[in-house]
T-cell receptor, first 112, second 115 residues
Framework: DTAVSQTPKYLVTQMGNDKSIKCEQN?????MYWYKQDSKKFLKIMFS???????INETVPNRFSPKSPDKAHLNLHINSLELGDSAVYFC???????????FGDGTRLSIL | AQSVTQLGSHVSVSEGALVLLRCNYS??????LFWYVQYPNQGLQLLLK??????LVKGINGFEAEFKKSETSFHLTKPSAHMSDAAEYFC?????????????FGSGTRLQVQP
């Protein structure tokens, strides 16, 4: 059973389009995250939800909107996609601050 | 704000040689510390973590790391490199005693293992 699963794995689309990435975890964790990994492999937190409540919202353009329908799901919707949005987006989950985060396999977003 | 520095964006070793990947953090309170490995086109896999128990932490695949508060370091080592160790390695921290929980990552170190 996959612990943290993201769909789709690859997303190729044109500038200006709107797209969503879905994430589900079956670990029973109370906190979920979205990270962005850029072309230089640098990883940066975007959002964090704890029990469906947004607790971290880094300086991310408001074209990005996370939604957590329940504790096991965290989706990411992106409006008006731009070239600079091309990256790999990782979903993760954890239970508590000292417990390690479990990562999905990532969604590689390419903007044409 | 805390930060993580990984010295050496690329490290190359021979198969069977010692692996040493360096990580230093900046935080007035020792954070939780983690090492993750990323293989090509995959997610991040936890190698090991330091929370507050023993300062020498053993992880998977023969890796270990030592927490040194005086040096604000958490270097990753493996006595004998294997070809399958070739990957990207990330050191990460999360704040202790806050509700923040998000990881702050270092810039990563690519490990190459030569035959």
């Amino acid at each position: 059973d996959t612990a943290v699963s993201q769909t789709p794995k690859y997303l190729v689309t044109q500038m200006g389009n709107d797209k969503s990435i879905k994430c589900e975890q079956n670990l029973g964790h109370d906190t979920m995250y979205w990270y962005k990994q850029d072309s230089k492999k640098f990883l940066k937190i975007m959002f964090s939800y704890n029990n469906k409540e947004l607790i971290i919202n880094e300086t991310v353009p408001n074209r990005f909107s996370p939604k957590s329908p329940d504790k096991a799901h965290l989706n990411l919707h992106i409006n008006s996609l731009e070239l600079g949005d091309s990256a790999v987006y990782f979903c993760a989950s954890s239970q508590g601050g000292e417990q390690p985060q479990h990562f999905g396999d990532g969604t590689r977003l390419s903007i044409l | 704000a805390q930060s993580v520095t990984q010295l050496g964006s690329h490290v190359s070793v021979s198969e069977g040689a010692l692996v040493l990947l360096r990580c230093n953090y900046s935080s007035s309170v020792p954070p939780y510390l983690f090492w993750y490995v990323q293989y090509p086109n995959q997610g991040l896999q936890l190698l090991l973590k330091y929370t507050s128990a023993a300062t020498l932490v053993k992880g998977i695949n023969g890796f270990e790391a030592e927490f040194k508060k005086s040096e604000t370091s958490f270097h990753l080592t493996k006595p004998s490199a294997h070809m399958s160790d070739a990957a990207e390695y990330f050191c990460a921290v999360s704040e202790r005693d806050t509700g923040r929980r998000a990881l702050t990552f270092g810039s990563g170190t690519r490990l190459q293992v030569q035959p």
